[in-house]
């Protein structure tokens, strides 16, 4: 394994978050099992206490597991220079097994983790806790696959030796190869750039409507996922080459260094940050009627929309700019 | 109307120095009255009153409280009842600053500020307008001729006019249930007197008044509509005479 900082901290904060979650996923059984609000035994109101030291623990946790994602990506392109071949995270990455498998999990899990955030910000704002039960079950999915990343964290960086000789994204991400890298790279550019344009505007329109109408917010989440996978997309299909000034270098992970103004880290960061509020819109619908939380949630999916639009919107901003005013003219 | 139902409290649960102060007590007050809760030290009185007052939680054992007047339950209709020892902290925050006004038996004033901050304190939380909250305490204090003495620091004022002081404070966010813990504990049996015609005069507008007492004074007033002994944490029921 190699010492770095970066290494070490993700691994702490794994070990830390996993042996949280799993903690508060055995007192998540207790209340799915004993929970009654009816009820007055010592039971009750013990599992009443415990729960704001376990949800505040839990929220402390998940807000780190999303913290960590930036971190990882900002450790495997710092140790890139280890390995001869790489020349970014892509490199890094594929320098031992598990490298990109960590990753996909990481930003799964940072999904549900803004999610569980959200369901336990409006858990909060109810007097009967309203969301207890469907949190904590929440939490009994979510916990084993942090379990899982934290496992997988821990084998891939202690699989890594700086002797050894990697792939640069050059290869990984280009055309031809037949895996997913391959496949995104190979699409049309102005094929998936439309796509985008489609569905972020698509997302704009139905946020709007959401806004006016209260009506459509399952819609508007499922929009907002769809523009969190087609932004995610468009990195390795156009923006990237866009933002390199080359037709052949797709690589989701270049952008991330100082040559390039470290764009990346604000494109991945209004995305995922769109795609957590948006379809945290999605989440919330079920409860918008129930009694102690009628105005608490219409008022919360307006602001997460709010912030859905704001994200996307800086997003689409950005990639619009790097497209304007980049040299690359695409089948000009 | 609280209806306080099979409620128990113990301290260090658990461990050898435990001790249960209230014990399985279930009760109702109805609104409007003065109830009485009176018993030697250590019997569960002050115990009883901080959980009514939403100062502590109990172990097991529930509390309804009937008409709480706070925004933070927009879908509470006037006459529901609700449930507080269940309630997450700040919404028990809310109804204990909206629906008591406590009275101490120390009177817990804070020395070294005038007569009027005291009183108007209990309405910074609730953010409302300070000229307004201001204009509040100075009526206050001068219904309990206090006015001549709102600008000195508490430490000047005699034991009656602390008492006033601090009866003062409880009224100030216009609260619908008055908690007095042994009020008149450092009282002359003049002023003992004078504080239950007060208490009294407060029951004619409609609020509820819950005092924990040893003293025949307040237990034995004619103005007591019910009187509960208390002994080892739990409940006698009496009626007055």
């Not at chain 1, 780190?64 to 990506?73: A, C, H, N, P, W």
């Not at chain 1, 997913?180 to 704009?204: C, H, K, N, Q, Y």
């Not at chain 1, 639009?309 to 790097?322: D, K, P």
């Amino acid at each position: 394994m190699i010492q770095h900082p970066g290494v070490l901290s993700l691994l702490a904060a794994s070990a830390l978050v996993a042996g949280l979650l799993a903690l508060a996923a055995g007192f998540g059984l207790r209340i799915l099992l004993r929970w009654d609000l009816r009820s007055g035994s010592d039971l009750q109101l013990a599992l009443e206490r415990e729960t704001y030291l376990v949800s505040t623990l839990v929220a402390f946790a998940l807000g780190t597991e999303i913290l960590s994602l930036f971190l990882f990506i900002f450790t495997a392109d710092n140790l890139h220079g280890l390995f001869a071949g790489a020349m970014c995270a892509a490199g890094t990455l594929n320098a031992a097994p598990g490298g990109y498998a960590t990753l996909l999990l990481k930003v799964a899990d940072c999904l549900l983790a803004g999610l569980w955030l959200i369901l336990n910000h409006a858990d909060t704002r109810g007097y009967d806790y309203p969301l207890i039960r469907i949190k904590y079950a929440f939490l009994l999915v979510l916990a084993p696959l942090v379990l899982a990343e934290g496992l997988l964290t821990y084998r891939y960086f202690g699989g890594l030796k700086a002797d050894v000789i990697t792939s640069c994204c050059g290869s990984l991400f280009s055309q031809g190869r037949g895996d997913l890298a391959g496949d995104l790279a190979s699409w049309p550019e102005g094929r998936v750039m439309g796509i985008l344009a489609g569905v972020l505007g698509a997302t704009f329109l139905e946020g709007i409507v959401f806004l006016r109408t209260r009506r459509g917010g399952y819609l508007f989440a499922g929009l907002s996922g769809l523009a969190f996978l087609a932004g995610a997309a468009s990195l390795v299909s156009f923006i990237s080459v866009y933002i390199y000034e080359l037709p052949t270098h797709h690589c989701p992970f270049c952008f991330l260094q100082a040559e390039y103004g470290h764009v990346g880290y604000f494109l991945y960061g209004t995305l995922l940050g769109g795609g957590i509020t948006g379809l945290g819109v999605g989440a919330l619908m079920p409860f918008r009627t129930h009694l102690s939380l009628a105005q608490a949630v219409p008022a919360l999916q307006r602001r997460l929309t709010q912030a859905t639009l704001l994200l996307f919107g800086l997003f689409a901003l950005l990639v619009a700019y790097r497209v304007w005013t980049s040299a690359l003219r695409l089948g000009a | 109307m609280i209806e306080v139902s099979h409620v128990t409290k113990t301290f260090h649960a658990g461990r050898p120095n435990m001790f249960t102060a209230v014990d399985g007590v279930s009760l109702s007050i109805a609104r409007g009255q003065l109830t009485v809760l009176k018993g030697p030290s250590g019997s569960g009185k002050t115990t009883l009153l901080s959980l009514i007052g939403c100062m502590a939680r109990p172990s097991s054992g529930r509390i309804r409280l009937q008409g709480v007047r706070t925004e933070a339950f927009p879908s509470l209709g006037d006459g529901a009842s609700l449930e507080i020892t269940s309630l997450p902290e700040r919404f028990l925050t809310e109804v204990r600053r909206a629906t008591f006004g406590f009275i101490f038996q120390h009177f817990n004033l804070i020395k070294g500020v005038s007569a009027l901050e005291n009183v108007m304190l209990p309405g910074y939380p609730l953010g409302g307008d300070h000229t307004l909250l201001r204009r509040r305490a100075s009526e206050l204090l001068e219904r309990f001729g206090l006015t001549r003495h709102a600008r000195e620091p508490i430490d000047r004022l005699s034991g009656g006019e602390l008492q006033r002081v601090a009866i003062a404070r409880a009224l100030v966010n216009d609260p619908a249930v008055i908690i007095a813990d042994e009020p008149t504990a450092h009282l002359d049996s003049r002023l003992s007197v004078s504080f239950m015609e007060l208490m009294g005069g407060f029951k004619e507008t409609g609020r509820t008044i819950l005092i924990a007492s040893h003293d025949p004074l307040v237990f034995d007033s004619p103005l007591v509509d019910a009187a509960h002994d208390m002994r080892d944490g739990k409940l006698h029921v009496e009626t007055p005479t």
